[in-house]
């Protein structure tokens, strides 16, 4: 759980891309073993396994390859700047918990951390889409908010049939296989993956 | 046993054509799967299948008439898809706004692209489970992105990356409003509804009413992102200007049907467990905001094609305000629905004939469409009068039944708005095609013929849509008042 904070945070603040996918990673694999300390099905551990190779492998490998193919390794001049990003999180956090004491839940569930931090990580996800430049970086973006969604579906100890959810992991994992080969386009088209010069369409 | 063809012909046949080198063997393998779709689809109209895998998809009323619109404008775009790739080349060409060589992606990722998105489209409408709804429509937007990035350029690349980033972050947030839903499916001992439409439905009195109004508002947000209702939009202008012509179409008139089906579900189940209110404002408050952002953007529009996917905004703005009143209202949304989409996709396919002899999407510089390309230019204007309400075509009827609705529901503020807009976007847009349609052309192009697979389909569905404006079958009457039923309407 704190793990999970940590990892937001240091996404917020950092301009390194190689460590922000790193990072992204570790969080995937964190939300992966997550469920597993609470109960234990069979069920839950093929997809937690399947999960863990997806974020923990599968999706860094492909962003890795795409950042040397490109050659890019630095976000620069965000529109919002890191030490204002990092400023933003302990409000990001705080407004979270307010909302998820506001949210009563019809049952208890296994700790009352788990909803603020997945709200918390949706934000997040959310602010690194609107504040950053470079379209991988954005991509990186989204996938911390698909985590906090996952956190959110774990939190309310939700599941739905093992067909669902791997319906929704093939989607987020297409999802970003696209991105990726659109982010190569990208790069071969502009010279660079700046999104803030894809510009050209307005009205 | 037809739902399961239904999906797994477009499927089988896509992944074909990925392998297949011959184009002519491709294109008869695309024209197959759709005749195929919509020879089933009628078969069902006839008798209804059973729903498979344990009821997760079934052919109800709602999914009889979304997939049948889809179903039928996919024959008529697959049509003339083939005569549209016969006519590109494949070698580099020049782009016609800036002066740069690109070249189009290949053919048979373009072919397997539309018969995927076709199966994700069935998917979609057919499903009845929240989640799968969910990753459907999350499919459509990925298989439709490299249709949308067909022409390799710059313009159309960024299209792709705004469609392809909104929308899955719009689609991410409707994913919240189903964990909500599920939340409001649980009692407290643990045990909880399963997030089917029917069993939500049937015991809608026991779910958690905040938690349904949260589920419904997110719900909608992110299936309104794609659905294109307004202020969540931005991404559809761009994509449906830059798409090749047949893509603009598809996506128009059955695509954001599909997020608009997404949403009817969940309105369903809101509507079941008593919120009918709050559900209904939400939908006029998003339905007149849409038209209006429409009418602003429609005023002097420059780009003929963007002027086309505004309008597509504006239209389903008009859903959802008719979905919102109640009432006959919806009867008319749903045939709203019929009319726009195949007006709308008639008006895309000669929109990209006249791109094709033009070579501008700059309105003002195209002039003497009747002259140079005269079956083309009649549709064009006969596509213009249809979208833009005027008799005797539906469109007029299914406008007029939900102003009828609203003066008699006596919200005449919201008559008021609704008449205006609607006058407003007339004006501007008959303006801007009119000035297209006359005239000579100052440019001297050679006068062309005209292939009968760029005319033909457009014709037909224009032809559907001046039949619906003075006889709709008792069939269609019959299913539009089932939906019309299930949403709060009469």
Same mark, same amino acid.
């Given at each position: 759980m704190v793990l999970l904070i940590l990892t937001n945070m240091v996404v917020l603040g950092t301009s390194r891309l190689r460590a922000c996918i790193r990072v992204v990673a570790v969080q995937g694999v964190a939300l992966g073993i997550l469920p597993l300390l609470h109960s234990f099905e069979w069920q839950l551990l093929i997809f937690a396994v399947l999960s863990i190779i997806l974020k923990g492998i599968v999706f860094p490998v492909m962003l890795s390859r795409t950042l040397r193919q490109l050659n890019v390794w630095q976000e620069e001049s965000p529109y919002v700047g890191y030490g204002l990003s990092l400023l933003m999180g302990p409000f990001a956090l705080a407004f979270s918990s307010w909302i998820s004491l506001r949210l009563p839940l019809p049952y208890t569930i296994h700790s009352t951390m788990l909803i603020p931090v997945a709200l918390f990580t949706l934000i997040v996800g959310l602010f690194i889409i609107v504040s950053r430049k470079k379209a991988l970086t954005q991509v990186l973006g989204y996938l911390v908010m698909e985590n906090g969604i996952y956190a959110f579906g774990m939190a309310i100890a939700y599941h739905q049939p093992m067909l669902i959810e791997l319906g929704v992991l093939l989607d987020v994992f297409v999802g970003v296989f696209v991105m990726g080969i659109a982010i190569f386009h990208i790069s071969r088209q502009f010279d660079h993956i700046n999104t803030d010069q894809l510009s050209a369409l307005r009205n | 046993?037809?739902?399961?063809?239904?999906?797994? !012909?477009?499927?089988?046949?896509?992944?074909?054509?990925?392998?297949?080198? #011959?184009?002519?063997? %491709?294109?008869? *393998?695309?024209?197959?799967?759709?005749?195929?779709?919509?020879?089933?689809?009628?078969?069902?109209?006839?008798?209804?299948?059973?729903?498979?895998?344990?009821?997760?998809?079934?052919? /109800?009323?709602? $999914?009889?008439?979304?997939?049948?619109? $889809?179903?039928?404008?996919?024959?008529?775009?697959?049509?003339?898809?083939?005569?549209?790739?016969?006519?590109? %080349?494949?070698? @580099?060409?020049? /782009?016609?706004?800036?002066?740069?060589?690109?070249?189009?992606?290949?053919?048979?990722?373009?072919? $397997?692209?539309?018969?995927?998105?076709?199966?994700?489209?069935?998917?979609?409408?057919?499903?009845?489970? +929240?989640?799968?709804?969910? #990753?459907?429509?999350?499919?459509? =937007?990925?298989?439709?992105? @490299?249709?949308? &990035?067909?022409?390799?350029?710059?313009?159309?690349?960024?299209?792709?990356?705004? &469609?392809?980033?909104?929308?899955?972050?719009?689609?991410?947030?409707?994913?919240?409003?189903?964990?909500?839903?599920?939340?409001?499916?649980?009692? @407290?001992?643990?045990?909880?509804? @399963?997030?089917?439409?029917?069993?939500?439905?049937?015991?809608?009195?026991?779910?958690?009413?905040?938690?349904?109004?949260?589920?419904?508002?997110?719900?909608?947000?992110?299936?309104? =992102?794609?659905?294109?209702?307004?202020?969540?939009? =931005?991404?559809?202008?761009?994509?449906?200007?830059?798409?090749?012509?047949?893509?603009?179409?598809?996506?128009?008139?059955?695509?954001?049907?599909?997020?608009?089906?997404?949403?009817?579900?969940?309105?369903?189940?809101?509507? $079941?467990?008593?919120?009918?209110? +709050?559900?209904?404002?939400?939908?006029?408050?998003?339905?007149?905001?849409?038209?209006?952002?429409?009418?602003?953007? !429609?005023?002097?529009?420059?780009?003929?094609?963007?002027?086309?996917?505004?309008?597509?905004?504006?239209?389903?703005?008009?859903?959802?305000?008719?979905?919102?009143?109640?009432?006959?209202?919806?009867?008319?949304?749903?045939?709203?629905?019929?009319?726009?989409?195949?007006?709308?996709?008639?008006?895309?396919?000669?929109?990209?004939? *006249?791109?094709?002899?033009?070579? =501008?999407?700059?309105?003002?510089?195209?002039?003497?469409?009747?002259?140079?390309?005269?079956?083309?230019?009649?549709?064009?204007?006969?596509?213009?009068?249809?979208?833009?309400?005027?008799?005797?075509?539906?469109?007029?009827?299914?406008?007029?039944? !939900?102003?009828?609705?609203? *003066?008699e529901q006596g919200r005449y503020f919201i008559a008021a708005a609704y008449l205006g807009l609607l006058a407003i976007i007339f004006v501007s847009f008959s303006a801007i095609a009119f000035r297209m349609a006359q005239g000579r052309n100052t440019e001297n192009l050679p006068a062309k013929n005209e292939r009968w697979l760029s005319i033909v389909p457009p014709a037909v569905l224009l032809f559907g849509v001046l039949v619906l404006g003075v006889y709709v079958p008792k069939q269609l009457t019959n299913v539009l008042h089932d939906i019309a039923l299930l949403l709060g309407g009469n």
């Open positions: - | 046993m037809m739902i399961w063809a239904l999906i797994l !012909i477009p499927f089988i046949a896509g992944l074909l054509s990925l392998f297949i080198r #011959v184009d002519v063997l %491709r294109r008869s *393998i695309l024209i197959a799967a759709a005749v195929c779709h919509t020879a089933i689809i009628t078969l069902c109209w006839l008798e209804n299948p059973e729903p498979i895998l344990a009821g997760w998809f079934a052919f /109800d009323a709602t $999914a009889k008439l979304f997939l049948s619109i $889809a179903s039928v404008l996919f024959l008529c775009a697959s049509f003339y898809a083939v005569g549209y790739l016969k006519a590109e %080349r494949h070698e @580099p060409k020049k /782009d016609f706004e800036e002066e740069e060589f690109f070249v189009n992606a290949p053919e048979a990722i373009f072919t $397997a692209c539309l018969l995927m998105f076709l199966m994700t489209m069935t998917l979609a409408i057919t499903s009845q489970h +929240f989640g799968l709804i969910w #990753v459907a429509m999350e499919a459509t =937007t990925l298989v439709s992105a @490299p249709l949308i &990035y067909f022409h390799r350029h710059h313009r159309s690349l960024e299209a792709t990356w705004k &469609y392809l980033l909104i929308c899955s972050v719009g689609i991410a947030i409707s994913l919240l409003g189903n964990f909500f839903l599920a939340i409001a499916a649980s009692a @407290p001992d643990g045990s909880s509804i @399963p997030l089917m439409r029917s069993d939500l439905a049937a015991n809608a009195s026991q779910l958690l009413s905040p938690w349904v109004k949260a589920a419904f508002i997110f719900i909608l947000v992110g299936y309104g =992102t794609k659905m294109g209702l307004a202020p969540l939009h =931005t991404w559809l202008p761009d994509a449906h200007s830059e798409a090749p012509s047949v893509v603009s179409a598809l996506l128009s008139g059955t695509l954001l049907n599909c997020a608009f089906v997404g949403i009817l579900r969940a309105y369903e189940v809101t509507a $079941a467990a008593g919120l009918l209110p +709050f559900a209904q404002n939400l939908l006029i408050l998003f339905g007149l905001v849409s038209m209006a952002f429409a009418a602003v953007f !429609i005023i002097g529009q420059a780009d003929y094609k963007r002027m086309l996917a505004y309008s597509s905004v504006e239209h389903m703005g008009i859903l959802a305000l008719g979905v919102g009143l109640g009432g006959a209202a919806v009867f008319g949304s749903m045939l709203h629905t019929v009319n726009h989409s195949l007006t709308k996709a008639a008006l895309f396919l000669v929109a990209g004939n *006249i791109l094709a002899v033009y070579k =501008t999407k700059i309105a003002s510089h195209v002039k003497g469409v009747f002259s140079l390309i005269s079956v083309s230019g009649f549709l064009w204007i006969a596509g213009i009068l249809a979208i833009t309400g005027f008799p005797p075509f539906g469109t007029f009827l299914s406008e007029f039944t !939900i102003l009828k609705a609203i *003066i």
